[in-house]
């Protein structure tokens, strides 16, 4: 049987099995009844045959159709109620960055260590995946943690789990990916968080994610507009993600990873109000990677945070 | 030629019928008589269903292991898209409003054609247009994009030939929108004396309902394919993220297309199975002014529910709820049909005929679809099943255990009206129970298979879910002998089998008031409707009330 390895496993299969029992129980009265009307009715059988008991007509139908609708709006209800707190993602949580190519995962831990095709977390820890592709839509699939995020190119999509048992469970890519869509899977193997951290620090460390990304902004030469010292009219980054950007159009956006995606890629598409649109694309100049690494460094440009480091 | 003893064409001196007006290849590539028009478009998708059922077999062999050793990659990502396009714009849409409701519909109003008899030749001649674009991409290789076009893949990386598909696609659509004109058309305009709305069969009905959702949702179709090529030919950035285009947008525009193209398909085989069981059950349809409505809700609803293929898409929570709760309203006609369909055999008179077992196996796989559907609506369990098997499982009861089944019915229901000729009952009644079991055993795995984890779309996959494949690859040979075995015994029939009376399952409506085969012009004199439908009762001829004893026919 399929394990339940997250927190949010039995949830999804309270449901899934419930709705098995229910669509027994309907199959049985159908099946039931067909059946027994077959025989009960078939022809040269000495059933009577006489017309419909007065009951029978607009009462039973509509009694049905309310029944039904009642027990579909419980399902619903049912269910929607227990995505709910899926749909918020947890405040504190391990964040982990996931890119997607044809025809593999590449993950980054917040440390800076990399993975291809597996991804190792500690168990009991909320696990939050920040994702995006490099090329067509994907999409990240844990049948052992019911979950599962299509990774969409040109956006960040996220979702989270908690694993709560040790072990190796299947990643699958399942959103048709083209030729290799079958092989681009993957291993998450969930460990003990001192095991975890025994791991990490025996794997191979590259500057943390927001280090890495404060060289490039020096190396692709954001600082010379974006930095303390440059004298060309570009808004600041300091304090910018998670506030509210007033553009030239007057409209507002909140900077999040998404805008702060688009704004290095497609910097005209929202131009901050009282700037000039002067800054070039650098689509196709920043990776993918880089792009994750400019927006953790971005991120981490706040008060807080930057004076805890 | 008339005379001409063997085969179809024989008939008693002296009478003539729509197959023996004209015999050239001319006078049926040229006619517009809409009962040619079916059979030039039966013997189509016969062709189209064999083609798609070589790719099924390819398929399910591959899947046999869980190593790729059949097929490459490359290959079994081209049979799994040829398998889906051909099947669902070649065989099903058109299954059985292009055949039977082509056929049947002008009969059954009382009509002696449809409305626009040249624009149904011309929607037959679209549809070989589009087959011959769809079967040129693939005679040239093939095109692996899945029949959902997904974009960016199709627009930006594959290297197949997605715009031949495409624009196959693309005319085919026309085929159906000019069939679904014609029927809302007759229906509405060329009901005879009698003939009101309320008195309409319900095949009739589900004609009209499909015919409202092909002529709203295809034109959507024709967009995103067109939106795809124009990505393709001219890199007009629709899609493109890089462009500022928005890769989601296509599934939206996808599905609101192919959403209610799963009614085009289920509702004409609703209103097949209310015909037969009602018959064959020698009672009225339970609830007939119910079953009206419940098809026009699934039309209407059908065009609300599509936002639930996206549930992991990326699309707002809100619009997920909303769609969760619509795709659950949308379940209550559905159920109120399959109840309807029980009550209908309650108190009847039961004849086990082939057409009758493959209603009832339609009643059952439909039933257990469409519970499954409710699965795929409940959010959360759709996260963890969708684009796994559970799926595929899914969609296959729906439209092969519930459309094909009842298309079969039909075919063997209405087998005499169209050829004048009988079929061999026993080996129809084998191939019924063949097929209903060769389905279950074939399709039932897949869902469990789902509920592990298994992904579709998969060439290769770990070694635990073999067992499954195994037992779905099997039941698929079954399912291909149940398939088979009907081209034996009506081609038998077509050219040894026994006269057919006018009407040999002593049912109701007027296609049966006519010859077998029927004339050229449907009927002699314009007919008149004096009863309400399904007049099964005969206690409603005799105002006398109820009469315990059972009247049962020889069959």
Not at chain 1, 18 to 33: A, D, R, T, W, Y
Not at chain 1, 135 to 150: E, M, N, T
Not at chain 1, 182 to 207: N, S
């Amino acid at each position: 049987m399929l394990p339940e390895a997250s927190t949010l496993a039995p949830a999804v299969d309270r449901i899934f099995w419930g709705l098995v029992g229910l669509s027994v129980v309907i199959m049985g009265v159908v099946g039931g009844l067909v059946l027994t009307f077959a025989i009960k009715y078939r022809r040269g059988t000495k059933a009577y045959r006489g017309p419909l008991p007065d009951i029978m007509s607009r009462e039973v139908e509509i009694g049905w159709t309310v029944a039904t609708l009642f027990v579909a709006l419980f399902i619903f209800w049912w269910a929607a109620a227990a995505q709910l707190p899926h749909f918020l993602l947890p405040k504190k949580a391990l964040e982990i960055h996931v890119v997607a190519k044809q025809w593999m995962w590449k993950v980054q831990h917040p440390e800076g260590v990399r993975e291809i095709d597996a991804l190792h977390v500690p168990v009991g820890v909320p696990v939050k995946l920040e994702m995006t592709s490099q090329d067509v839509i994907h999409s990240f699939g844990v049948p052992a943690f019911r979950i599962k995020q299509d990774v969409l190119p040109g956006r960040y999509t996220s979702t989270w789990f908690e694993a709560k048992e040790v072990g190796d469970y299947h990643l699958f890519c399942t959103e048709y990916c083209g030729t290799d869509h079958a092989r681009m899977t993957g291993t998450i193997t969930v460990m003990e968080p001192e095991a975890y951290a025994r791991w990490l620090a025996e794997q191979p460390h590259g500057e943390d994610l927001a280090g890495e990304g404060a060289q490039l902004f020096t190396a692709l030469g954001c600082s010379a507009c974006h930095g303390a010292q440059a004298r060309v009219p570009a808004p600041s980054l300091a304090n910018l993600y998670g506030s509210q950007v007033v553009l030239a159009d007057g409209s507002r956006v909140t900077a999040d990873e998404d805008y702060l995606r688009e704004s290095i890629e497609r910097p005209e598409a929202k131009v901050t109000a009282g700037y000039p649109s002067t800054m070039p694309s650098y689509q196709g100049i920043a990776s993918e990677e880089q792009v994750v690494a400019l927006v953790a460094y971005i991120k981490s440009q706040d008060g807080k945070r930057s004076q805890a480091r | 030629m008339r005379s001409d003893d063997t085969g179809l064409l024989a008939r008693e001196p002296g009478e003539t019928s729509y197959l023996t007006e004209g015999t050239t290849l001319r006078s049926w590539l040229l006619s517009t008589d809409h009962k040619r028009i079916a059979i030039l478009y039966a013997i189509s998708i016969t062709g189209f269903f064999f083609i798609g059922g070589a790719a099924a077999t390819m398929i399910r062999l591959e899947l046999f292991t869980p190593q790729g050793d059949f097929t490459t990659a490359d290959e079994y990502n081209r049979l799994f898209t040829l398998h889906g396009v051909i099947m669902v714009w070649f065989f099903l849409v058109p299954s059985i409003p292009a055949t039977l409701g082509n056929f049947l519909l002008p009969l059954m109003v009382g009509a002696k054609d449809v409305a626009f008899p040249r624009l149904n030749l011309m929607s037959w001649y679209l549809y070989i247009i589009a087959g011959i674009f769809t079967l040129t991409a693939l005679l040239l290789g093939g095109v692996d994009t899945g029949w959902t076009f997904y974009t960016p893949l199709s627009t930006l990386y594959s290297n197949s030939y997605v715009l031949l598909a495409a624009f196959g696609i693309f005319v085919v659509g026309f085929s159906s929108i000019a069939t679904g004109i014609n029927f809302i058309a007759t229906v509405h305009l060329l009901r005879t004396k009698g003939m009101t709305w309320m008195r309409l069969p319900l095949f009739a009905w589900a004609m009209y309902a499909t015919s409202l959702v092909m002529v709203l949702a295809t034109p959507v179709l024709a967009m995103a394919m067109l939106l795809i090529c124009a990505e393709r030919l001219f890199g007009l950035p629709i899609f493109d993220p890089r462009a500022g285009g928005d890769p989601v947008l296509f599934q939206h525009i996808f599905w609101f297309y192919s959403h209610p193209a799963v009614y085009i398909m289920i509702l004409p085989a609703m209103g097949v199975v209310s015909e037969i069981i009602a018959c064959e059950a020698r009672r009225r349809v339970f609830g007939y002014q119910f079953m009206v409505y419940a098809m026009l809700v699934i039309a209407v609803i059908g065009f609300l529910v599509w936002g639930h293929h996206m549930f992991v898409a990326g699309q707002s929570p809100f619009a997920s709820m909303i769609f969760s709760f619509l795709s659950f309203v949308i379940a209550v006609p559905s159920a109120i049909k399959v109840f309807n369909w029980t009550g209908t055999l309650y108190r009847g008179s039961i004849r086990f005929s082939a057409p009758m077992l493959y209603a009832l196996g339609f009643v059952g796989l439909f039933t257990l679809g469409g519970l499954t559907g409710l699965f795929l609506a409940s959010i959360p369990v759709d996260v963890h099943l969708s684009d796994t098997y559970f799926v595929v499982a899914h969609f296959h009861y729906i439209m092969v255990g519930g459309a094909v089944s009842a298309f079969f019915g039909g075919l063997h229901f209405w087998w005499p009206k169209i050829t004048g000729r009988m079929y061999s009952e026993s080996f129809a009644r084998f191939a019924a129970i063949t097929l209903f079991f060769g389905f279950n055993f074939t399709f039932f795995p897949q869902f469990i298979l789902g509920y592990l984890g298994m992904p579709r779309r998969y060439h290769e996959y770990p070694p635990e879910f073999q067992v499954w494949n195994v037992m779905s690859s099997t039941g698929a040979v079954v399912l291909a002998i149940g398939y088979l075995m009907p081209l034996g015994y009506f081609a038998y029939s077509l050219l040894n089998g026994k006269r057919a009376s006018d009407n040999p399952w002593e049912a109701t409506g007027l296609e049966w008031t006519t010859n077998s085969p029927p004339p050229k012009h449907n009927f002699l004199e314009p007919p008149v409707v004096l009863t309400e439908p399904y007049a099964y009762h005969d206690w409603d001829e005799a105002p006398g009330g109820a009469d315990e004893t059972t009247q049962d026919e020889p069959a």
